[in-house]
């Protein structure tokens, strides 16, 4: 258990809407990232953060912010929610230690109605 | 960059037989690890092995074992004895060690085998 805690855990919203998603970890690791799980496409990473302050875009970060502002806290936001950003959100955390897994947050299941 | 394939989007395994799940994956690079992922009902991303490309040695832990081909780029993922609490989502995962120094190492996915197991 790395100590991430992502909120909430389920979300239903309307299209348009703004939405924030929420991952806390208690370990002060520096590097967080935030992917989305679709079926049939595994899981893939929107952005990431190797620092406060310090972000960067994934594979697929149209529509979506990210947000550091302290070591704790990496905050995805959906600024205009669309249909197809319905999915299952993951926060991860990756100690830097070579070799180390990824460790992941339980998800927030996230639906744009 | 690097990709990782599952080419088995599903599988199935009659309970206490052997099964093996596949997995290739494309880099230039010489150094890397390689993971399985469980992802049950439950959602939870929980860990059944890695593999450190350096080692010759395949991994095994407990009833998992991994057939790691580095020439190939493949690591296929057998578990034997299966069991009921084996059905899941398995993703096989990719991390480069080439950016650690600055911690930027996210992990690449495939698309997930998931594996069913009938009693």
């Known amino acids: 258990d790395a100590g991430i805690t992502q909120s909430p855990r389920h979300k239903v919203t309307e299209t348009g809407t703004p939405v924030t998603l929420r991952c806390h970890q208690t370990?002060?690791?520096?590097?967080m990232y935030w992917y989305r799980q679709d079926p049939g496409h595994g899981l893939r990473l929107i952005h990431y953060s190797y620092g406060v302050k310090d972000t960067d875009k994934g594979e697929v970060s149209d529509g979506y912010s990210v947000s550091r502002s302290k070591t704790e806290d990496f905050l995805l936001t959906l600024e205009s929610a669309t249909s197809s950003q319905t999915s299952v959100y993951f926060c991860a955390i990756t100690p830097r230690v070579r070799g180390t897994e990824a460790f992941f947050g339980q998800g927030t299941r996230l639906t744009v109605v | 960059a690097q990709t990782v394939t599952q080419s088995q989007p599903e599988m199935s395994v009659q309970e206490a037989e052997t099964v093996t799940l596949s997995c290739t994956y494309d880099?230039?690079?010489?150094?890397?690890?390689l993971f399985w992922y469980k992802q049950p009902p439950s959602r939870q991303m929980i860990l059944v092995i890695r593999q450190e490309a350096y080692k010759q040695q395949n991994a095994t832990e407990n009833r998992f074992s991994v057939n790691f081909q580095k020439a190939a780029k493949s690591f296929s993922l057998k578990i034997s004895d299966s069991q009921l609490g084996d059905a899941a989502m398995y993703f096989c995962a990719y991390r480069s060690v080439r950016n650690l120094r600055s911690g930027n190492t996210p992990l690449v996915f495939g698309k997930g085998t998931r594996l069913s197991v009938i009693a």
């Open positions: 880099t230039s690079e010489s150094d890397y690890y």
């Open positions: 370990e002060n690791h520096r590097y």
